[in-house]
């Protein structure tokens, strides 16, 4: 009795010593366990944005477009073309086209938000506002817009937005535009405006011309399209009761210039257009800017932000430098409207 109850004594010990073994080689890989789990818990969720003075800093920058046209696509090519001279290969673009939708922009706004891209081109006032709706803290330049206190609705305007955005504004001076239209028309009595009725910044521009015109003694008639749906159908009504159109710098319109000419030059209207894109395609003249100079002036300001740490919401909105009254040789010829010596005849593409 006394050896069993020794051999399971002795059994005992060993299956304690082993087990105290078991303990301690477990201990040491929970420990590596623990450690690892630590250096787990400080690794970033994403990579980490360098700061903006390493001559190792890279960027991302996401352009969100409206539409696909002449006037935008130039301006988004004048910005990349300044910063990748002004940052070579330190920065990249994620360009993306909303194809005109207002909800496309907000839905491409959102993905760069959460891809936390370091900055945010917005191309077009639908752009801009879709990009202010989905962040406060990424900066957001715009170009093509017209009127930011109108796109963002702030007021008592002083030239900077104090929000996260700043950017150029595409107005070229209305003062001027509706002496153009003088010059060109001094005999007639009723202008049409022609613009899409869901872009606030052609509303600016039509309610602004429209008091200089007034002033010069015409009669203005507002023709607007909700969409390039009816643009046809509002444009006939438009042509049927004006002497000439005016349409603004407008994304859609610009968009359908030959849905308009198609009604417009066989009917005899000339139009008188706030840019060069809707100029060529339906119009006679324009006192234009250009696009690729906006957007080249966007590109610097870009720069200031990225790389010199401009405080974009201090940022005053730029303007284009220049102005240049241009028209359309052939159309005017068609048309039999004189046009001075100082207007620089539009190439044909």
């Known amino acids: 009795m006394k050896k069993i109850f020794a051999l399971i004594l002795c059994l005992s010990m060993?299956?304690?010593?082993?087990?105290?073994?078991?303990?301690?080689?477990?201990?040491?890989?929970?420990?590596?366990?623990s450690e690892s789990g630590d250096q787990t818990s400080t690794q970033p969720t994403a990579p980490a944005t360098e700061d903006a003075g390493s001559s190792d800093a890279a960027y991302t920058v996401g352009i969100i477009q409206l539409v696909q046209h002449e006037?935008?696509?130039?301006?988004?090519?004048?910005?990349?073309?300044?910063?990748?001279?002004?940052?070579?290969?330190?920065?990249?673009?994620?360009?993306?086209?909303?194809s005109g939708d207002s909800a496309t922009c907000a839905t491409i706004a959102n993905?760069?938000?959460?891809?936390?891209?370091?900055?945010?081109?917005a191309n077009a006032t639908p752009a801009l506002q879709a990009a202010f709706s989905a962040t406060n803290s990424i900066p957001i330049l715009g170009t093509s817009v017209t009127?930011?206190?109108?796109?963002?609705?702030?007021?008592?305007?002083?030239?900077?937005?104090?929000?996260?955005?700043?950017?150029?504004?595409?107005?070229?001076?209305?003062?001027k535009q509706a002496e153009m239209i003088k010059e060109l028309f001094p005999d007639v009595k009723n202008i049409g405006i022609l613009y899409c009725s869901a872009e606030p910044n052609s509303k600016y521009q039509s309610s602004v011309i429209q008091g200089y015109l007034k002033d010069m003694?015409?009669?203005?008639?507002?023709?607007?399209?909700?969409?390039?749906?009816?643009?046809?159908?509002?444009?006939?009504?438009?042509?049927?009761?004006?002497?000439?159109?005016?349409?603004?710098?407008?994304?859609?319109?610009?968009?359908?210039?030959?849905?308009?000419?198609?009604?417009?030059?066989?009917?005899?209207?000339?139009?008188?257009?706030?840019?060069?894109g809707i100029c060529r395609g339906c119009g006679i003249a324009t006192l234009s800017i250009s696009y690729y100079d906006l957007g080249y002036e966007?590109?610097?300001?870009?720069?200031?932000?990225?790389?010199?740490?401009?405080?974009?919401?201090?940022?005053?909105?730029?303007?284009a430098p220049n102005t240049t009254y241009k028209y359309m040789a052939d159309r005017a010829a068609k048309l039999g409207v004189t046009v001075p010596d100082n207007y620089v005849a539009i190439e044909v593409q």
């Open 14 to 33: 060993i299956l304690s010593l082993s087990a105290c073994g078991t303990t301690n080689k477990g201990g040491e890989p929970s420990n590596s366990t």
């Open 111 to 121: 993905q760069f938000v959460s891809n936390n891209y370091d900055l945010i081109m």
């Open 217 to 276: 003694g015409y009669t203005c008639t507002e023709y607007t399209f909700a969409d390039s749906n009816d643009v046809a159908s509002v444009t006939q009504n438009a042509v049927s009761n004006s002497d000439i159109l005016y349409i603004p710098t407008d994304n859609t319109a610009a968009s359908c210039t030959e849905a308009i000419n198609n009604v417009a030059e066989p009917a005899g209207i000339p139009i008188v257009a706030g840019e060069e």
């Open 147 to 175: 009127d930011y206190a109108t796109a963002l609705d702030i007021d008592n305007w002083t030239g900077v937005t104090g929000y996260n955005v700043s950017g150029t504004s595409d107005l070229a001076p209305l003062d």
């Open 298 to 319: 966007t590109g610097k300001m870009a720069y200031e932000v990225l790389a010199n740490g401009a405080d974009v919401s201090k940022l005053e909105v730029q303007f």
């Open 71 to 98: 006037a935008l696509d130039a301006a988004t090519q004048g910005f990349q073309d300044a910063l990748k001279e002004l940052l070579g290969d330190k920065v990249s673009f994620d360009l993306q086209n909303a």
